[in-house]
């Protein structure tokens, strides 16, 4: 996949520097987007136009010469790097080797992401290079619109979610429930930890990890952030939320549902219904020239209509809608664009979360999340699996 680096030519020249630095292993989504290469240790990529690659050693130079996008891909041993260790010492050594790297392709001047090694900065600011902050995140920005291919990665991805939460909810249905309310299968506790390991394994066999996922029960579903621990209890609402990343392309996905297994209480039932109800009127709001705003607005507008606290109407609740509408969704899980009080105009590409929740300790959560792409004329959903309450 070629990305579209107009928006940075453009960003160069408007900033008056003469290429663009990363210093940072491939964790870092810009790093990977802009280098096109996977690599677990930091290197630098300098774009200018065309993108070089320098690595510190020659651990990754034949990989990289062959899986990445670069126009060149160089180590420090081709900047002499010994012979700066002995002449300056391996510290400042380093940022001899940057500079020199940089004055091959006529850099005398890089804006860099806002988090960007210090250490980095000062050798080259020391060496005569001017170091300017992109403060807004220029790669960042582009990143969240995505190409048609980013689409069906994102949607491969998504298919694996729907077998792992396929598989969860096939064990809220296999389990019976205990003479205490909890739940049980093959005669042991049904744990969140239990739900969790499935959810994991399904997503490997999917092509897909996970490092944590979001399977929380009664209380433990009122807090959205809570992962959830311990025997799963009935006739109580439980949250499950799993955004995987797809272990071939780094691309996420992110989906949640919530289930009761057993008899919803009267409350759950009601915010369940609630939160559909906003969850369509965000559907609705979303195409492109609106703004992220207004999507969580109509969300709000649902909720407050139905006497449900927001922070929009009160930021000091701790109830109620009580977080953001969505987010972008890519290489991050948490991305660009955002559909919040600040969120900004979405452009066909952005592929965005719709999760409407409402939540307090006394009933526990409520949250149900899709996810979807705007386009030219609106949107489309990504997300095939059914929203149902009771299991």
Not at 6 to 16: K, N
Not at 48 to 58: A, E, I
Not at 145 to 172: F, G, P, Y
Not at 324 to 350: K, Q, Y
């Amino acid at each position: 996949m070629e990305p579209d680096l107009s928006a940075l030519d453009a960003y160069l020249d408007e900033a008056g520097v003469d290429g663009y630095l990363l210093d940072a292993d491939s964790e870092v989504s810009d790093q990977y987007y802009l280098s096109g290469f996977d690599a677990p240790d930091p290197f630098i990529t300098l774009y200018d136009g065309d993108t070089h690659l320098l690595f510190p050693r020659s651990l990754e130079f034949g990989r990289a010469k062959r899986e990445s996008r670069a126009d060149t891909v160089q180590r420090y041993v081709d900047f002499d790097h010994q012979k700066k260790v002995e002449e300056y010492g391996p510290d400042e050594a380093v940022s001899h080797v940057l500079a020199d790297f940089l004055a091959a392709y006529d850099v005398d001047s890089v804006a860099v992401p806002p988090r960007f090694p210090l250490r980095t900065a000062d050798g080259l600011r020391t060496r005569g290079v001017d170091v300017t902050a992109d403060t807004d995140g220029i790669v960042t920005e582009i990143r969240a619109t995505k190409t048609e291919i980013e689409v069906d990665h994102i949607r491969t991805a998504q298919r694996a979610n729907e077998a792992a939460m396929a598989a969860a909810e096939s064990l809220l249905e296999a389990a019976d429930i205990a003479a205490d309310d909890t739940l049980e299968l093959d005669g042991e506790p049904l744990t969140s930890e239990r739900v969790k390991e499935e959810i994991e394994v399904t997503l490997l066999r999917n092509g897909c990890s996970l490092d944590e996922t979001i399977v929380a029960c009664g209380a433990d579903a009122a807090d959205p952030h809570d992962r959830g621990s311990g025997p799963l209890v009935a006739h109580e609402p439980i949250i499950i939320d799993i955004f995987p990343q797809d272990k071939a392309t780094k691309y996420h996905a992110d989906m949640t549902r919530t289930f009761v297994k057993g008899e919803p209480s009267d409350a759950v039932r009601e915010w369940h219904d609630l939160t559909e109800r906003a969850m369509t009127a965000a559907f609705d709001a979303l195409e492109p020239g609106a703004t992220g705003a207004d999507v969580h607005d109509a969300v709000c507008d649902v909720y407050e209509d139905a006497g449900e606290p927001t922070l929009r109407d009160d930021e000091r609740t701790e109830t109620g809608f009580i977080h953001s509408t969505g987010h972008g969704v890519g290489l991050d899980v948490h991305e660009l664009p955002r559909l919040s009080p600040n969120g900004g105009e979405l452009e066909p590409g952005h592929i965005v979360t719709i999760e409407p929740g409402l939540y307090d300790p006394e009933v526990g959560g409520v949250r149900i999340e899709d996810i979807a792409v705007v386009t030219a004329d609106g949107y489309e959903n990504l997300t095939e699996y059914e929203i149902q309450l009771a299991v």
